[in-house]
T-cell receptor, first 117, second 112 residues
């Protein structure tokens, strides 16, 4: 069964450093998402991406964040200058084409646990 | 904004039934999803409801009442492996984009 994959599984970085989290969505999916979950808290939407551009972003997704689809398979989240409060689990998700009035299921990757020291 | 409420914790006995309620107040409602999340792992899709009524998938069923802003997830014949957090998530449509807004999750503990 196809699945979303993410690398690395764990990342430790120093405050102020840049990190790139990588995701390979399910191959026939067209919509891609990043969510994060701070330890003990709820899953929060960061950004959605379709047709090579951002569809929507949350208040969390400020100028330090960016997303890119550099090739036909990878989808990346870059955090330019990490802060202590960026420590969280970051989940990538993907879904098939959206049908009006019919939500498509989003499938989540295993996550990258980011620790900023 | 979105407001999604579900109980924090529930405990049940192996073989029993547990019902996890979720109430929501959202704009642009487009459907409600239930995910299971084991500690340190990704949310795994369980079910979704778009129309009012009950959807059954094996031991798991989910119900939706759009007029009441209410859903529940019913877990039957509980097994130890069902111990996990269960996340209620509302699909919110905004300018033809669909994001999930999650509740805080209900931690279910299954005891022998």
């Amino acid at each position: 069964e196809p699945e979303v994959t993410q690398t690395p599984s764990h990342q430790v970085t120093q405050m102020g450093q840049e990190v790139i989290l990588r995701c390979v969505p399910i191959s026939n999916h067209l919509y891609f998402y990043w969510y994060r979950q701070i330890l003990g808290q709820k899953v929060e939407f960061l950004v959605s991406f379709y047709n090579n551009e951002i569809s929507e972003k949350s208040e969390i997704f400020d100028d330090q964040f960016s997303v890119e689809r550099p090739d036909g398979s990878n989808f990346t989240l870059k955090i330019r200058s990490t802060k202590l409060e960026d420590s969280a689990m970051y989940f990538c998700a993907s879904s098939e084409a959206v049908v009006i009035e019919q939500p498509e299921t989003q499938y989540f990757g295993p996550g990258t646990r980011l620790l900023v020291l | 904004g979105q407001n999604i409420d579900q109980p924090t914790e529930m405990t049940a006995t192996e073989g029993a039934i547990v019902q996890i309620n979720c109430t929501y107040q959202t704009s642009g409602f487009n459907g409600l999803f239930w995910y299971q999340q084991h500690a340190g792992e990704a949310p795994t899709f369980l079910s979704y409801n778009v129309l009012d009524g009950l959807e059954e998938k094996g031991r798991f069923s989910s119900f939706l009442s759009r007029s009441k802003g209410y859903s529940y997830l019913l877990l039957k014949e509980l097994q130890m492996k069902d111990s996990a957090s269960y996340l209620c998530a509302v699909s919110v449509e905004d300018a033809n984009d669909y994001k999930l807004s999650f509740g805080a999750g209900t931690t279910v503990t299954v005891r022998a």
